[in-house]
């Protein structure tokens, strides 16, 4: 089986007027099935630019990007299109969850859009079951706007597991939320990585990086540092000690 | 995604701005709708102009007196008698194609009977005018050849003069005073209702033309002569001929204007559709720029709501779609929109053709057809004018869209 993530000597280069700006400057690393890796970096390190490329909304100028031993590099638009609703979930910091649509409904998004559909029968089946997933069954119903923050962002990370991608890609999810709702969302992400799914998460939180169990520092463009999460925290322990205190 | 889900999808995209909708809808509304009311307004004027035209009879061509000039003076039309019985006799015998020829004058005189009297036109005419102008008999006969060489003071009625005249009696076989001349009533027309001009075609006395040449009036030159055509394919070359003929009668040079008139059915019936024609014109004209207009209205919403969904659209393509399922939905979106614009239109259009019908007794003639084009012009206008802001939605770069505040 070929690693999640395959990136080989990829470059991204912004061209405008008569200034090059290289976002990412000859980035070459692999992620495997089952790891959980935070990137970190200031703004403007490039790594929201990797995120666009590793959830394939964007193409390398440069270099061969492999999702899931599919070269990316080569496709067009709906190529694209496709392979980010089969291969990856997205997680947004701002949720981005449709509005006067019912929680099921924004699960069920991203089989609407897979090519040869499932029955509607089928979708709601799937759709109920990541819902349970995140614990949200008893909300299926609940509009956006009649849940909390914490809960928007597990229907955001239902919505991203029901097409069961290669790869979770999450943009600072913990973003927009407070502190314990941010250990509660990371302790979805443990759990669920603790079934086996890969989970590649940007922040620029340190605390919350050390949920991961790899950490990537990326500056100017360039992978700083690139090593696992020594003294790795367990959601679920910080959540009780938090409940305690 | 399927097509049922994507329009389920712009239904409740639309239902979520309600006022919106029905506004952007308004201008489509109107302009459909004046297509429907217009197009019956028209069709209605249509066929009662036509069922006037055919009142006159089957492929009847009509002589009128023109002006003639004599001496350096030129005399109004119809105002000097041009029109003679030898020519009526003339155009039977030498035009070919004619079939029926009828000469008429005209005499307006007071009637009378019993202690009731009424004023009318008495119309001088042959015995073939009743054929000519497929006026049938219903009570009585005709009056026949043998009445007209003895000038016979028989008279046909019209509905009108029946009523007025003898009210409840049976008029038939009674004797009725014209400029105090008594005269048997030998029969009554079918009724025929109003002429294209407007007057009623029932108030009048048929009599022998020479009965009113002789004992009515005692002007020999005729008002106009009926000439009935074998066919509608030979009226052109009888008109050609008969003008002919009178032209070489009435010895007109070549740099003289016809003293006559010669007027066929169908030039009537397109003198007097040539109105409605430039009404209709104008009233299309209206609503294909209301249409236009209501077609921008759509695009110019189109274009907020995409600007306003920015977002949405990001996510949907983040999560899969392709250009086309985002293009397809806005274009359902705008045509569900224009569509739905036109049904009410339709409805309001049918229902304004209604109560102009009802209450100003305008006729009108509804067209399915008129109906089905206004539907899928209004459906057209929605994919014209939703195309270019579906498009703007589904070139969105999601990266740009997911960011858009």
């Known amino acids: 089986m070929p690693p999640v993530i395959q990136l080989q000597h990829v470059w991204k280069t912004y061209r405008s007027a008569d200034v090059e700006l290289h976002a990412v400057r000859d980035v070459?690393?692999?992620?495997?099935?089952?790891?959980?890796?935070?990137?970190?970096?200031a703004s403007g390190s490039g790594k929201s630019t990797m995120m666009n490329i590793l959830g394939c909304l964007d193409k390398p100028t440069q270099g061969r990007f492999l999702l899931d031993g599919c070269d990316v590099s080569t496709l067009d638009r709906d190529g694209l299109a496709d392979i980010r609703n089969q291969k990856v979930g997205f997680v947004f910091q701002g949720f981005n969850l449709l509005t006067r649509t019912s929680a099921l409904e924004n699960v069920e998004l991203p089989m609407m859009y897979s090519r040869g559909s499932l029955g509607s029968r089928e979708m709601r089946k799937r759709a109920e079951a990541a819902l349970a997933m995140v614990g949200l069954s008893n909300r299926a119903d609940h509009h956006p706007n009649q849940l909390s923050g914490g809960q928007q962002q597990r229907v955001a990370i239902a919505r991203a597991l029901v097409n069961q991608p290669a790869l979770l890609l999450a943009d600072e999810p913990t973003g927009n939320l407070d502190s314990k709702t941010s250990i509660e969302i990371m302790e979805v992400f443990q759990t669920l990585n603790e079934q086996g799914i890969t989970i590649v998460m940007v922040t620029h939180e340190h605390d919350i990086a050390q949920y991961n169990k790899r950490c990537i520092v990326m500056r100017d463009g360039v992978v700083r540092s690139d090593s696992p999460v020594l003294e790795r925290l367990d959601a679920k322990t910080q959540r009780a000690a938090l409940e305690n205190a | 995604m399927t097509a049922l889900a994507t329009f389920n999808l712009a239904l409740r995209a639309l239902q979520r701005n309600k006022l919106r909708s029905l506004l952007t809808m308004l201008g489509i509304v109107i302009g459909v709708g004046a297509v429907v009311a217009m197009v019956g307004i028209g069709n209605g004027a249509k066929a009662q102009v036509e069922a006037q035209i055919a009142t006159l009879g089957q492929n009847v061509i009509l002589i009128f007196p023109g002006s003639s000039f004599s001496g350096g003076v030129?005399?109004?039309s119809g105002g000097v008698g041009t029109l003679k019985l030898e020519d009526a006799k003339a155009i039977a015998d030498e035009v070919p194609g004619v079939v029926a020829v009828s000469p008429g004058t005209r005499v307006t005189s007071q009637?009378?009977?019993g202690n009731q009297n009424w004023s009318t036109s008495v119309a001088g005419e042959a015995p073939e005018y009743f054929d000519i102008r497929q006026w049938e008999i219903v009570g009585g006969a005709g009056?026949?050849?043998?009445d007209v060489r003895a000038a016979a003071k028989v008279a046909v009625i019209g509905a009108t003069v029946a009523k007025q005249l003898f009210g409840e009696e049976e008029p038939i076989g009674q004797i009725m005073r014209v400029r105090n001349v008594p005269f048997q009533v030998i029969g009554v027309l079918k009724?025929?209702?109003?002429s294209i001009m407007g007057s009623d075609q029932d108030d009048v006395v048929v009599v022998p033309y020479s009965t009113v040449m002789k004992r009515l009036s005692g002007i020999t030159n005729l008002r106009m002569i009926s000439v009935q055509c074998i066919s509608e394919e030979r009226t052109q070359a009888v008109v050609s001929g008969i003008t002919d003929l009178m032209r070489q009668r009435h010895r007109l040079g070549q740099d003289r204007e016809n003293d006559f008139m010669v007027r066929s059915q169908q030039e009537i019936a397109e003198m007097a559709t040539a109105?409605?024609?430039v009404l209709r014109l104008l009233l299309g004209a209206i609503a294909s720029v209301s249409l236009v207009v209501g077609g921008i209205?759509?695009?110019n919403i189109m274009l907020v709501s995409v600007t306003e969904r920015t977002r949405e659209i990001g996510i949907r393509i983040a999560l899969g779609a392709h250009g086309a399922d985002i293009l397809k939905q806005f274009l359902i979106e705008a045509v569900?929109?224009?569509s739905l614009g036109g049904l009410i239109g339709i409805l309001l259009g049918l229902g304004t053709s209604t109560l102009l019908s009802r209450f100003a007794g305008w006729p009108t003639l509804t067209s399915i057809n008129a109906i089905l084009i206004a539907f899928l012009f209004s459906a057209a206008v929605g994919v014209f004018f939703g195309l270019y802001p579906a498009k703007k939605a589904a070139a969105l770069d999601p990266i740009d869209a997911l960011r858009y505040e």
Do not use: C, D, N, Y
Not at chain 1, 28 to 41: C, D, K, P, Q, Y
Not at chain 2, 143 to 146: A, K, L, P, S, V
Not at chain 2, 191 to 194: A, E, I, L
């Open chain 2, 111 to 113: 009637l009378g009977f």
């Open chain 2, 336 to 338: 569900t929109l224009s």
């Open chain 2, 74 to 76: 030129q005399s109004g």
């Open chain 2, 297 to 299: 209205g759509i695009m």
């Open chain 2, 191 to 194: 009724p025929k209702g109003t």
């Open chain 1, 28 to 41: 070459s690393l692999e992620i495997g099935r089952g790891e959980f890796v935070a990137i970190m970096g």
């Open chain 2, 143 to 146: 009056f026949t050849e043998q």
């Open chain 2, 275 to 277: 109105t409605s024609k």
